[in-house]
């Protein structure tokens, strides 16, 4: 049974998702305050936290930049900002996914699963590999990136999309492959933070933003993490 942390001041809403996804075999915990939520997770070991923003004592926003410094439990923020920023900001401090209310339990439900598929998925890889090409090596039961024998610290988002890459070595690989792959999303069109998310990874490891040779576009078909280029 996987346990859910659901951080939300609104009591009808948190009875109401508590009541379903326990049909669903899942344990839910329950916290109203924002102030409360760091310690709940201690106490309580959650296997995902969904996270609404709006919260008395403590910002969802914070919470989460907090939940970041030291962990990658699998983050849901829930809430009413409709507004794309407050979406982009909240994938870009480590979210794994983001909905908005009023939520459809089934469809929250969809998603739950998606976050739980991934995150056993690398489980299973990290216990019996480690990736190297050249000088980059990335300890994936760490979750540690090294480059040139150094320590790259890269946001949780971004290294779930790096691994990502990684592990398609010399394949070209789709936004929409890499959105559904990252945050179990399609691809709408308007998206850009797999976009932005590259770029940053780029910066971070010296690829030329003009002609980039470790993390290529291929135009009209996607993103190829190029192994012979870290190789050099």
């Known amino acids: 049974m996987k346990k859910i942390l659901l951080i ?23 916290v109203l305050r924002g102030d409360r939520a760091l310690a709940a997770v201690e106490r309580e070991k959650p296997d995902v936290v969904i996270l609404d923003l709006m919260l008395p004592g403590m910002d969802g926003m914070d919470i989460c930049r907090q939940l970041r410094k030291d962990s990658s439990l ?3 923020m ?6 794309i920023f407050d979406q982009v900001a909240g994938l870009e401090i480590g979210a794994d996914d983001y909905m908005l209310k009023p939520v459809q339990p ?22 019996v590999r480690q990736l190297q090409f050249g ?6 039961a760490a979750r540690q990136v ?4 150094e320590e790259i ?4 988002s971004d290294y779930n999309l790096f691994v990502i890459l990684v592990q398609a070595a010399g394949k070209v690989l789709s936004r929409d492959e890499l959105l559904r792959r990252w945050r179990g999303i399609n691809f709408d069109g308007m998206d850009r933070t797999v976009d932005v998310s590259i770029s940053r990874l780029r910066k971070r490891f010296n690829d030329d933003a003009q002609e980039p ?3 290529k576009t291929v135009w009209g078909r996607g993103y190829l993490f190029s192994p012979i280029a870290w190789e050099e």
Not at 135 to 140: A, G, H, V
Not at 146 to 149: E, F, L, M, P, V
């Open 213 to 215: 040779r470790k993390i």
């Open 135 to 140: 000088e980059l090596q990335i300890d994936l």
């Open 153 to 156: 610290d890269l946001k949780t």
């Open 74 to 76: 699998p983050v849901m």
């Open 8 to 30: 939300e001041d609104d009591v009808r809403l948190a009875e109401l998702i508590s009541e379903y996804l326990c049909r669903y075999d899942f344990e839910v915990a329950v």
């Open 146 to 149: 090294c480059w040139k024998g």
């Open 78 to 83: 829930l809430t009413a900002r409709v507004d």
């Open 106 to 127: 089934r469809l929250l439900l969809a998603h739950l699963r998606a976050i739980l598929r991934r995150r056993e998925g690398q489980s299973e890889v990290a216990e």
